[in-house]
């Protein structure tokens, strides 16, 4: 993947995934962004060892959302999955939940890191060891 490759899935919403006033519950749409973010380490190539036999794994540190229009029974939604690395031990991945017509329904910003599995302790160059096990990042 690029600079300029921009990662999304498709997702049905579901019913059993509703609130009592019939759209999607809050905590969903934190799900949602997580299928498209485990779906973009397996198309980047982390779908092999390569994390697991460099002893290290992504951690989700911080989540926020901004819900912007509700999604009901039926919707299909197209969920982005945007990578930003700058300095430090953590990066980020953002995701926008879009229904079909490209009404945007919600924002999810989300900071990660990449965790030495021994020291159980986060990686200082988290692009560097992602790049070591073979993914394919921006």
Not at 37 to 44: N, T
Not at 92 to 98: T, V
Not at 107 to 135: F, H, S, Y
Request: proline share 2%.
């Amino acid at each position: 993947m690029t600079d300029q490759d921009s990662f999304s899935t498709r997702i049905k919403v579901r019913h059993y995934e509703l609130d009592t006033l019939g759209h999607l519950n809050h905590s969903v749409y934190h799900l949602y962004a997580e299928v498209a973010r485990l779906e973009w380490f397996e198309h980047a190539g982390g779908g092999g060892n390569g994390l697991r036999d460099a002893g290290a794994a992504p951690v989700l540190l911080e989540s926020n959302i901004r819900f912007r229009r509700e999604l009901r029974a039926g919707d299909e939604v197209d969920v982005s999955c945007d990578v930003t690395f700058g300095e430090g031990k953590t990066f980020r991945m953002n995701s926008d939940i879009r229904k079909i017509d490209g009404t945007l329904a919600a924002e999810i910003t989300c900071t990660i890191g990449v965790m030495d599995l021994t020291l159980r302790k986060l990686v200082a160059d988290p692009r560097g060891v992602l790049e070591q096990a073979g993914l394919a990042v921006p």
